[in-house]
């Protein structure tokens, strides 16, 4: 199956063109930033160049789009940048398929629920995003869902747990943590730390896109979230537990999503989805492989 | 008071300025297309250039954002456009705010809500828009919310009913079904006719910045939306009253969004605004001065 995979230079698009190509894929990667991964034929384009993705998917079965301004704090100082990319680049990729026939599988986030109105949080529960990053975030998903109704453009979103795994930005919590830990610096965490996140290893979510793909399901919702909460404290003390430091409690900052405990049940009957990857074991690869 | 409506060359926006200067403001207008209205500064720019829009709003007390992909089929059509004029261009609204210090009042949409379910929407009801025009209109309302709780600048979304009133662009319903009465051609009128909107007059809807920009209320919502459902059959029949011609019934046209009764009743507690046009009247006064 050929595929396209955009954000393919990014720490989750690059974990899921390994595992799809790993699973015979012929796989296609668009990004703007210089990338090149061994297998994959390589693309360097703007999501915003709208000529540049529809010559990209020519040919292509499925589109698979991670491509976004995943950087929460890069979203909130720059809300023009996030609506740019998340939003007009997904309708840049609906245009796309639109245009050469490729159904669509979107990286979407468990975070575009806002406010937790419910216990467990399936996919039926109503979005209210309050932050630059998710709100961006769901715009794209609803306009390639709109494509799916309007334009035939077979769609599924799968709305991620918060990612982590080997290759994660310098400037996610993970990296922060284990740099400092190793530099013997204090970890610090916003707010008392009790605030929880179903974090889902990169492996579990590459599998959920392969699945996506080979999929027949369309104009679907999914959240692909391990099912175990971890709070902030306790990934730091795993963290201290192999790289002994200081753990230092700050006020809670603006924005924030509040915690939830999402459910993917759907994806599991739907997809035959689920997580292999427990916490402790995917933060132990993780601390193994981080480089120094 | 100082402000500058955004939008200014279009239907509503041209309305707004009109009762904004009757009403004393001090207003300088924002439109891509030429424009000129009496008593009013121009400037012509794009919503899309952020110094633009910044240098425009200098010196402003609020800014009245009514610029927008307002045609709903040239959403549907173009959904790239519609998220970069309406996502990207609130988010440049939303930074030449907290820049200047100005509050913002965003014209939204009743649309925002999709699927109704409830009887009565309230600003409660959870909003599942399903078209590019709803969704990108929905994501530039919460794009400003947003930037009200994380960059304090006080915003109020006015979420409007179906607007009517003098100055309709010619692919308006409205509109149609006068210049084809008036050439003695038959009304089509997709579906059965029997959906309803309540089609408020743009007086009353100009009276509502009035008060949302005098108000000291900030992250608020409010249903700016005349209470009485019209449908669109009986829309038909005013006009064919006065012009006759006759009435084709076609299927229902795709994304069109449910009707449902929209309550305004907070709008009436809080700014104290209540809809003063009614119908019958408000499609008298449009026949009058339609251009032939």
Known sequence: MKILVTGAAGFLGANVVRHMLDDGFDVTTFDKAEHAIDGAETTIGDLLDANAVKSAAEGKEAIVHIGAIGDVYLAGENPALASSVNV?????????????????????????????LADVITEEHPCEPDHPYNITKLAGERILLAADHLNDVPTIALRLGTAYGPGLRPNSVFRIFIDRARRNEAITIQG????FRQFTHADDIARAFVLACRSDLRAEIFNIVAPEPVSIKQLAEVVVARHPTDIVYTEARPGDVEPAVVSSEKAASSLGWEPKVGFEDGMGRLMDVTPA
Chains 1, 2 share one sequence.
């Open 192 to 195: 008392d730390g009790s605030q």
């Open 88 to 116: 007009v680049g997904s309708a840049n990729v609906a245009a796309a398929a639109r245009e050469t026939g490729a159904k669509v599988v979107y990286a979407s986030t468990w975070e575009v629920y806002g406010k937790p």
